[in-house]
């Protein structure tokens, strides 16, 4: 079964970083796009960012630009989410989510799949203020 783990939530200070990484299961995954969300408690699912297989488009929630890089790590068959700077606002489970085809950043937006194939379980980061 495809498994997507991630790992590296923990409880930070505001203005603090984490970073977030994602080991799929099989290094066929690396080809596909990617992408990192979160939710919240009481609150829908948000797209936070998403990243082309090739690395040639990548896409933003407007409130962590500037703030959270995603990346990948090819020796390492990992995807990456790097979080500085982070607000009591980012607090949620973080899921990494992968997908057959890369789509149009609205797709990423919608529910109740976000334009992905496949999810992580989550890792919980919080950020004390």
């Known amino acids: 079964q495809v498994q997507l783990v991630e790992s590296g939530g923990g409880l930070v200070q505001a203005g603090g970083s984490l970073r977030l990484s994602c080991a799929p299961s099989?290094?066929?995954?690396?080809?596909?796009?990617m992408g990192w969300f979160r939710q919240a408690p009481g609150k829908e699912r948000e797209f936070v960012a998403a990243r082309s297989a090739s690395g040639g488009t990548i896409y933003y929630l407007d409130s962590v630009k500037g703030r959270f890089i995603i990346s990948r790590d090819n020796a390492r068959n990992t995807w990456s989410l790097q979080m500085n700077s982070l607000k009591p606002e980012d607090t949620a489970v973080y899921y990494c989510?992968?997908?057959?085809?890369?789509?149009?950043?609205?797709?990423?937006?919608?529910?109740?799949?976000?334009?992905?194939?496949?999810w992580g379980k989550g890792t919980l980061v919080t950020v004390s203020s």
């Open positions: 099989e290094p066929t995954f690396m080809a596909y796009g």
């Open positions: 989510a992968a997908t057959h085809q890369w789509k149009h950043y609205s797709e990423y937006e919608r529910g109740p799949d976000y334009g992905m194939n496949y």
